[in-house]
Structures are given as structure tokens and as C-alpha cells.
């Protein structure tokens, strides 16, 4: 993996970076409508991305109830670790927040990466925007050390 750095923010100044990630990730790649992918969350929510030198390759957001949403890796830049280690920062900025657990829809096909960080399956899967989702939560008292 090459070096890489990740940067949170607003979404007045994160919204240029990001945008082209989920544009290409939810919208191009898994043919989410527009109207679906872009919401009022992204204005109150705390934003990430993650550069490769100058080059923008993933994001996520962190909404105000502690949910984690729209992690995107670039499909040229995905199983280097670069997906983990977002999530862990997110973590890490979820605790110095003094929250006491975090949440996601995680995409069924996503559950092991999630699972592996620690996050537990809450319920039943269910549809959202054509793909099957299911609710996961990590307790932060008992996420892994980082
Ligand atoms: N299924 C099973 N395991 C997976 C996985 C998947 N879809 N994606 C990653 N993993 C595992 C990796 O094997 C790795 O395991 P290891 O630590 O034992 O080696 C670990 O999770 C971390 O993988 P990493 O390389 O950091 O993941 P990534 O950078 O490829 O990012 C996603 C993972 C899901 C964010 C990426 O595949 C993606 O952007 N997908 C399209 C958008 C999407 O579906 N987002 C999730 C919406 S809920």
C-alpha cells in the first residue's frame, strides 16, 4: 500500500473530494439513484476522505446519532487495507467524541469487513434502495485496541 492520509471536515470543505467517490462507488458501480445517494445528512454530518498523494480514493461520513455511512473505496484501490483503516479512524474519532457506540446499514456483502472491526449484526436483514442491508452496532467500551 502507498502512503496514504485521511482527512476529515464539513461538508463545505470535503464535499469536492468526496463527491466523485460516491458518484463512482454508489451511483456508477451499484446504480444507486442520485436522489438516494445524496441526502441532507451530508450537511451536519462529519466527513472523510482518504488521499493517495493528491489523489482522493475513499470516503465515509459519521452522522450526529453515531452512524457510519457511505464507506467508499475506489474499486482499483480495494483489499489494501485502506477500507480498515478509515473505519478505525472513524473510530477513533467516534471516542475522543466521548460516544458510546457506533452504527451502520452494512450491505450483506460487506457484513465479514465490518464484523471484523467488531461490529455486531442487530436484527433482521432488509431492502434498502434495491440491495440487502442489515443494522450492525460496536459498543466502543469493547472495540478492539487502536
Ligand atoms: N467481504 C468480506 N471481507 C471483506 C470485504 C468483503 N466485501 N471487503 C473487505 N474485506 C476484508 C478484507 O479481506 C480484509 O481482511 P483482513 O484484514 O483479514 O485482510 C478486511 O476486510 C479489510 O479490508 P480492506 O482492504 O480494508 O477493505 P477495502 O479497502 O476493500 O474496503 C469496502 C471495503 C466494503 C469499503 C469496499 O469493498 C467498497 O468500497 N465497496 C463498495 C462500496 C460498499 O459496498 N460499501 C459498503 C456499504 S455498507
Not at 444507486?32 to 476522505?49: K, M, N
Not at 498523494?53 to 475513499?58: L, N, P
Not at 458510546?100 to 436484527?123: D, M, N, R, T, W
Request: charged letters at 20%.
Amino acid at each position: 500500500m502507498s502512503e496514504f492520509k485521511i482527512i476529515s471536515g464539513s461538508w463545505a470543505s470535503l464535499a469536492s473530494a468526496v463527491k466523485p467517490i460516491r458518484e463512482a462507488v454508489f451511483i456508477q458501480e451499484q446504480q444507486i439513484a442520485p436522489e438516494d445517494e445524496w441526502d441532507a445528512e451530508d450537511a451536519v454530518s462529519l466527513q472523510f476522505a482518504v488521499y493517495d498523494q493528491q489523489q482522493v480514493i475513499a470516503t465515509a461520513r459519521l452522522l450526529e446519532n453515531g452512524s457510519i455511512g457511505r464507506v467508499a473505496v475506489l474499486k482499483a484501490h480495494r483489499g489494501l487495507g485502506i477500507g480498515k483503516q478509515l473505519m478505525l479512524e472513524i473510530i477513533r474519532q467516534a471516542k475522543r467524541q466521548q460516544r458510546s457506540f457506533v452504527k451502520l446499514s452494512a450491505q450483506e456483502h460487506a457484513i465479514p469487513f465490518y464484523a471484523a472491526l467488531g461490529f455486531q449484526v442487530q436484527g433482521e436483514t432488509y431492502l434498502d434502495c434495491g440491495i440487502v442491508h442489515v443494522d450492525m452496532q460496536m459498543v466502543l467500551e469493547e472495540a478492539i485496541k487502536i
